[in-house]
T-cell receptor
């Protein structure tokens, strides 16, 4: 089955700097890659996702890139702010005829230092 | 939280007792999922449902059962709770039209 590795497990950046979180996946059939942000005491919140027919996607300060050949994808946050501090999870799934279970990485705790 | 509620939000129970967690959605989504979150493990799939009375096992299904008698409710039951089932449990929902999943607020379960 699918295995998703996520690095680093913790990341500290100065406010205004960029943050990059990387994930690799094992199943070449995976075609959907979401990123979730989880604040303390809350459920994961979808912040951006990418599908295998796209190499890059941006939404304001957040971007995700996908390299299907190498089977890795990354989350990029620019101009970080204290409110970006949270745990971030990457995930992968094989979307076909319907919604399918996600396989998650173990998470990255991002701390933005003011 | 995309019209998803989980109850209870917190529960403390003793080893050997049965526990049922409830996920309720108002989105009329076909797919519902139960994941557990543990430090160092991320989120792992317990069971999921692809329609009323249609369920399947996930990666960590041992010790858990589920039921879905109507679209809006998905129940997770621990028949005889063990300390290894102390965790935070999240419900998620999704439609058949997209691959997106939305998560509920979670239930923190402690088994003493």
């Amino acid at each position: 089955g699918e295995n998703v590795e996520q690095h680093p497990s913790t990341l500290s950046v100065q406010e205004g700097d960029s943050a990059v979180i990387k994930c690799t996946y094992s199943d070449s059939a995976s075609n959907y890659f979401p990123w979730y942000k989880q604040e303390l005491g809350k459920g994961p919140q979808l912040i951006i996702d990418i599908r295998s027919n796209v190499g890059e996607k941006k939404d304001q300060r957040i971007a995700v890139t996908l390299n299907k050949t190498a089977k890795h994808f990354s989350l990029h946050i620019t101009e970080t702010q204290p409110e970006d501090s949270a745990v971030y999870f990457c995930a992968a799934s094989v979307y076909g005829a319907g919604n399918t279970p996600l396989v998650f990485g173990k998470g990255t705790r991002l701390s933005v230092i003011a | 939280d995309a019209g998803i509620t989980q109850s209870p939000r917190h529960k403390v129970t003793e080893t050997g007792t049965p526990v049922t967690l409830r996920c309720h959605q108002t989105e009329n989504h076909r797919y519902m999922y139960w994941y557990r979150q543990d430090p160092g493990h991320g989120l792992r799939l317990i069971h999921y449902s692809y329609g009323v009375k249609d369920t399947d096992k996930g990666e960590v299904s041992d010790g858990y059962s589920v039921s879905r008698s109507k679209t809006e409710d998905f129940l997770l039951t621990l028949e005889s709770a063990t300390s290894s089932q102390t965790s935070v449990y999240f419900c998620a929902i999704g439609t058949s039209r997209t691959d997106t999943q939305y998560f509920g607020p979670g239930t923190r379960l402690t088994v003493l």
